[in-house]
Nanobody, 125 residues
Framework: EVQLVESGGGLVQTGGSLRLSCAAS????????VAWFRQAPGKEREGVSC????????NYADSVKGRFTISYDNATNTVSLQMNSLNPEDTAVYYC??????????????????WGQGTQVTVSS
């Protein structure tokens, strides 16, 4: 059974930083992609960043480019999202997700089969 468990959310002031982590287990794919999504109240789920473990591509939403960094530690099967220069527009529930690898320049939710439970990130002004 694939499990994704997020941690690291919380409350931070504008300009601050947070690091989200997602511990993954039970992968059934040899080649896979991992991603971070977020959903703010009243808004659709948005792909923040995604990457492939084999092809090496990494994508970021325009709204987070230059501020957020996704990474994957193969030794611990942990996908992380380093978030810097946070602003109130980044406030949302953040979800990690995993699925089979694909080639593309975006992070569509339908590509991902497994999801974590979500962690709240709140940025105060």
């Amino acid at each position: 059974e694939v499990q994704l468990v997020e941690s690291g959310g919380g409350l931070v002031q504008t300009g601050g930083s947070l690091r989200l982590s997602c511990a993954a287990s039970g992968f059934i794919y040899d080649d896979y992609s991992v991603a971070w999504f977020r959903q703010a109240p009243g808004k659709e789920r948005e792909g923040v960043s995604c990457m492939s473990n084999t092809d090496g591509w990494i994508n970021y939403a325009d709204s987070v480019k230059g501020r957020f960094t996704i990474s994957y530690d193969n030794a611990t099967n942990t996908v992380s999202l380093q978030m810097n220069s946070l602003n109130p527009e980044d406030t949302a529930v953040y979800y990690c997700a995993a699925g089979s690898s694909y080639s593309g320049s975006e992070c569509p939710p339908w590509r991902y089969d497994f999801w974590g439970q979500g962690t709240q990130v709140t940025v105060s002004s």
